[in-house]
């Protein structure tokens, strides 16, 4: 039991407002099919023998262990701070700060750079040549090009900053209403633009196209549909067939796929503010079906990509876009390729507006879990106090947003800037996978190295094959994780198998382990001893 005095405050400030549905929406907008999704998809030409459908319903199921994994640690403990408070208690105080803190805080720098691309890409770019189009307006069109410039880039992740600061420092009262205004206007969203779809073929995909593209985007005329197909054949890429179920090429495909569907337990950080957290069946519903049911939307859309636009031109589209060689100008975002099969201005409107809310639902995920993990460690009194503060009206840790706002401009300007910095986006993913894999292991030894919590958890009772079911779900998703670093260190398609990237990553780590360090023996002379600390849970 916590003593007085041993954190920061007597409780947390924080409160129980969200209910299990905004969890699931939280973690349906986490593993996001339009931004994440439509992004991650158009990296596949890279590998062509591969099929998107293979690896999306394999990395899916061994994913569903992670969901037992994370909604029993919450079961178990559910504070806010998630990672970082079970590897902190499990692993101990400097294992669980360095993995967590460093996967929750640091690396998330990297992934505004990310999101503001998607937003270029999924609303700005898209709306923009839209409107110019239809009003003849030279000025909206070249706005659309410029969202995809290095300026542009960099001024749609200094407005995801934005964006983020605002809906996490209205709290997860306010943030709740706003992702479920989304989820429901998305949900319309990628219903018509499925409609629209199933009303029309291939043939009226290409000639529609051809029209818009020229029209709007393109630096070319005649037949943009078949350059796009002439360029990449060209540099020899050819695109497996869809029907093609290839299951050893297609392994290759997860670790690119994960980028998109590895995070529905992205919202454990947030479990200390959810009500009836402690149980195990409703955690595990909400990020159950935030993963399968994003998984099921894949893959209807990608069948109806192939069916519409043909599943070797909407390869070939993402493959000369990223190679320099496209004819249309601005990144093939599937929600407007689709709406260029109406004429009616108002249509398309509807389906690229309501599709971006996909877009505005999720931008506060970039900030919203971090800022639980950078709260709990100051709560701790690893990082500095000030960063535990949570304001009265909101129940905000606006500071320990401001941490991540303040460092998520400084990288964006340096990887927009610096292609030779910008590739070390790549290691996001890795770097949250290398966290994962410390709650994991925590979670196989949670009934061993802490039978006295474990008994007293609601999880106790829950066996498979006699064994305890967090152990048996946590070595399944333990050899997962090994595949995908398996896999991210030995191919060089992945962009992460680099001397620089190991150092960067170093570097990172580094960071971490001189603040514990140095925390530590600060905390020392005040007569805080840190390790008595991590020996019981924090207070609410």
């Given at each position: 039991?916590?003593?007085?005095?041993?954190?920061?405050?007597?409780?947390?400030?924080?409160?129980?407002?969200?209910?299990?549905?905004?969890?699931?929406?939280?973690?349906?907008?986490?593993?996001?099919?339009?931004?994440?999704?439509?992004?991650?998809?158009?990296?596949?030409?890279?590998?062509?023998?591969?099929?998107?459908?293979?690896?999306?319903?394999?990395?899916?199921?061994?994913?569903?262990?992670?969901?037992?994994?994370?909604?029993?640690?919450?079961?178990?403990?559910?504070?806010?701070?998630?990672?970082?408070?079970?590897?902190?208690?499990?692993?101990?105080?400097?294992?669980?700060?360095?993995?967590?803190?460093?996967?929750?805080?640091?690396?998330?720098?990297?992934?505004?750079?990310?999101?503001?691309?998607?937003?270029?890409?999924?609303?700005?770019?898209?709306?923009?040549?839209?409107?110019?189009?239809?009003?003849?307006?030279?000025?909206?069109?070249?706005?659309?090009?410029?969202?995809?410039?290095?300026?542009?880039?960099?001024?749609?992740?200094?407005?995801?900053?934005?964006?983020?600061?605002?809906?996490?420092?209205?709290?997860?009262?306010?943030?709740?209403?706003?992702?479920?205004?989304?989820?429901?206007?998305?949900?319309?969203?990628?219903?018509?633009?499925?409609?629209?779809?199933?009303?029309?073929?291939?043939a009226d995909f290409i000639s529609s196209f051809n029209h818009y593209a020229t029209a709007f985007?393109?630096?070319?005329?005649?037949?943009?549909?078949?350059?796009?197909?002439?360029?990449?054949?060209?540099?020899?890429?050819?695109?497996?067939?869809?029907?093609?179920?290839?299951?050893?090429?297609?392994?290759?495909?997860?670790?690119?796929?994960?980028?998109?569907?590895?995070?529905?337990?992205?919202?454990?950080?947030?479990?200390?503010?959810?009500?009836?957290?402690?149980?195990?069946?409703?955690?595990?519903?909400?990020?159950?079906?935030?993963?399968?049911?994003?998984?099921?939307?894949?893959?209807?859309?990608?069948?109806?990509?192939?069916?519409?636009?043909?599943?070797?031109?909407?390869?070939?589209?993402?493959?000369?876009?990223?190679?320099?060689?496209?004819?249309?100008?601005?990144?093939?975002?599937?929600?407007?390729?689709?709406?260029?099969?109406?004429?009616?201005?108002?249509?398309?409107?509807?389906?690229?507006?309501?599709?971006?809310?996909?877009?505005?639902?999720?931008?506060?995920?970039?900030?919203?879990?971090?800022?639980?993990?950078?709260?709990?460690?100051?709560?701790?009194?690893?990082?500095?106090?000030?960063?535990?503060?949570?304001?009265?009206?909101?129940?905000?840790?606006?500071?320990?947003?401001?941490?991540?706002?303040?460092?998520?401009?400084?990288?964006?300007?340096?990887?927009?800037?610096?292609?030779?910095?910008?590739?070390?986006?790549?290691?996001?993913?890795?770097?949250?996978?290398?966290?994962?894999?410390?709650?994991?292991?925590?979670?196989?030894?949670?009934?061993?190295?802490?039978?006295?919590?474990?008994?007293?958890?609601?999880?106790?009772?829950?066996?498979?094959f006699g064994l305890p079911l967090i152990t048996v779900t946590g070595v399944i998703f333990l050899?997962?994780?090994?595949?995908?670093?398996?896999?991210?260190?030995?191919?060089?398609?992945?962009?992460?198998?680099?001397?620089?990237?190991?150092?960067?990553?170093?570097?990172?780590?580094?960071?971490?382990?001189?603040?514990?360090?140095?925390?530590?023996?600060?905390?020392?002379?005040?007569?805080?001893?840190?390790?008595?600390?991590?020996?019981?849970?924090?207070?609410?």
């Amino acid at each position: 039991m916590a003593q007085p005095g041993m954190f920061v405050r007597k409780a947390s400030g924080l409160v129980r407002s969200w209910s299990v549905f905004d969890g699931f929406v939280y973690s349906f907008f986490s593993v996001n099919l339009v931004t994440l999704g439509f992004y991650s998809f158009a990296f596949a030409p890279y590998i062509p023998e591969g099929n998107l459908l293979t690896a999306i319903v394999i990395s899916t199921i061994f994913i569903i262990f992670e969901v037992f994994v994370y909604a029993l640690m919450v079961a178990v403990m559910p504070r806010a701070g998630g990672d970082y408070v079970w590897q902190s208690r499990i692993l101990g105080g400097g294992i669980g700060f360095v993995l967590s803190v460093t996967g929750w805080g640091w690396i998330l720098w990297h992934w505004v750079p990310l999101y503001g691309n998607m937003l270029a890409f999924n609303v700005f770019t898209p709306i923009l040549g839209m409107l110019g189009g239809w009003t003849n307006s030279s000025g909206l069109v070249n706005a659309a090009s410029w969202f995809v410039t290095t300026n542009g880039l960099f001024f749609s992740s200094l407005a995801v900053i934005v964006l983020a600061f605002i809906y996490i420092s209205l709290g997860m009262s306010w943030y709740a209403r706003i992702q479920k205004f989304c989820f429901y206007l998305g949900m319309a969203g990628i219903v018509t633009m499925i409609i629209m779809m199933l009303a029309n073929s291939r043939a009226d995909f290409i000639s529609s196209f051809n029209h818009y593209a020229t029209a709007f985007f393109a630096s070319g005329e005649g037949d943009i549909y078949q350059q796009i197909l002439a360029n990449a054949a060209e540099a020899g890429y050819v695109a497996a067939p869809l029907s093609k179920i290839a299951i050893i090429p297609s392994l290759a495909l997860i670790p690119m796929v994960v980028f998109f569907n590895l995070w529905p337990n992205w919202g454990a950080t947030l479990y200390g503010e959810v009500r009836g957290a402690s149980d195990f069946k409703r955690n595990f519903i909400s990020m159950f079906f935030g993963l399968v049911v994003t998984g099921i939307l894949a893959v209807i859309v990608l069948l109806l990509f192939s069916r519409v636009f043909g599943w070797d031109f909407y390869n070939a589209a993402n493959f000369t876009f990223y190679e320099g060689t496209s004819p249309f100008g601005v990144f093939p975002y599937p929600a407007l390729l689709v709406s260029f099969l109406t004429d009616s201005p108002v249509l398309q409107m509807w389906l690229l507006i309501s599709m971006s809310a996909w877009f505005f639902g999720w931008c506060g995920t970039v900030f919203l879990s971090s800022t639980r993990v950078i709260f709990a460690a100051a709560f701790d009194r690893i990082l500095p106090d000030w960063m535990a503060y949570v304001t009265s009206k909101f129940r905000a840790p606006v500071n320990a947003l401001l941490v991540m706002a303040v460092g998520g401009v400084i990288v964006s300007a340096a990887m927009h800037y610096s292609a030779s910095i910008e590739k070390l986006a790549l290691n996001a993913t890795l770097v949250i996978a290398v966290m994962y894999l410390g709650t994991t292991v925590a979670a196989i030894i949670l009934p061993y190295k802490d039978p006295e919590l474990y008994k007293a958890s609601p999880i106790a009772r829950l066996k498979l094959f006699g064994l305890p079911l967090i152990t048996v779900t946590g070595v399944i998703f333990l050899v997962f994780l090994l595949f995908l670093f398996y896999m991210w260190m030995t191919d060089a398609v992945y962009g992460v198998n680099e001397p620089t990237s190991y150092l960067y990553l170093a570097a990172l780590y580094l960071i971490s382990i001189i603040i514990y360090v140095a925390s530590k023996w600060y905390r020392k002379r005040q007569g805080i001893d840190l390790q008595e600390i991590h020996k019981s849970i924090p207070v609410e």
